[in-house]
């Protein structure tokens, strides 16, 4: 596992979050952005994903563009990040962009260990991916989700649900008592990855207790 690690190293808050070699590129601009957000201090460690649709899919499902479908790599995946958080003294929030919001999703649901999800435009069109949501009980306080204006606008049948899956999956959210916003910006789905990114972690900071 590749990691890099950004802000303060000593902070109490520390963001995970998955990473492609497209973000590692952005990840210093998202990091500036969010220090002029964020009212807390942070460490964020950047997990380097090789196999973006196999290591972050919490299913098989069949490929929605392209050739590549998308594996079931999540568990092994979440394992690994889970030897980064075992600091009791400290705050672990997980966030991403695209399937690694979504991944982050799952992964709330999988373990107790984080106190928020930054999910900055999710794949929660993702096949399964709202059933599970609404047959399951998420394990945080908090979940900050986002979409682009035009995302749900495609003509890919598939990821033309996406704005649906998120409005209703906020409504699960909260109805389980779980503190959620979905927020839409301007553009589509590749439009400001590391604004989406570093506001979607802003808002898990800016409304934790620390």
């Known amino acids: 596992m590749t990691i890099y690690k950004f802000g303060e190293q000593t902070a109490k808050n520390v963001l995970i979050q998955p990473v492609s070699e ?8 998202e990091v500036n952005i969010l220090q002029t957000m964020s009212k807390e201090k942070f460490c964020l460690i950047a997990v380097k994903i090789a196999d973006w649709n196999k290591e972050l899919s919490p299913w098989e499902a069949p490929a929605v563009f392209g050739n590549q479908p998308f594996g079931n790599g ?4 979440l394992e690994k ?7 009791r ?15 982050s999703i799952w ?4 373990t107790d260990v984080f106190s928020g ?19 399951n009980l998420i394990k945080c306080p908090k979940v900050y989700l986002s979409l682009g ?10 990821m033309s649900a996406v704005g649906d899956y ?26 400001d990855a590391d604004l989406r990114t570093a506001k979607a972690f802003a808002w898990v900071l800016n409304t934790s207790d620390n």
């Open 22 to 29: 497209h973000d590692h590129s952005l990840m210093e601009n």
């Open 74 to 77: 999540a568990k092994e995946t």
């Open 81 to 87: 990040i889970t030897t980064l958080c075992t600091d």
């Open 89 to 103: 003294e400290k705050s672990y929030f997980i966030g991403g962009y695209s399937l690694a919001g979504l991944f």
């Open 107 to 110: 992964a709330a649901y999988k």
């Open 117 to 135: 999800v930054a999910a900055a435009s999710p794949s929660i069109w993702f096949p399964g991916f709202y059933d599970f949501m609404r047959n």
């Open 149 to 158: 204006d035009k995302e749900e606008k495609t003509k890919n049948k598939v």
């Open 166 to 191: 998120a409005r209703r999956g906020v409504e699960v959210l909260k109805s389980r008592g779980v503190e959620s916003i979905l927020e839409w910006n301007e553009g589509n789905h590749f439009k």
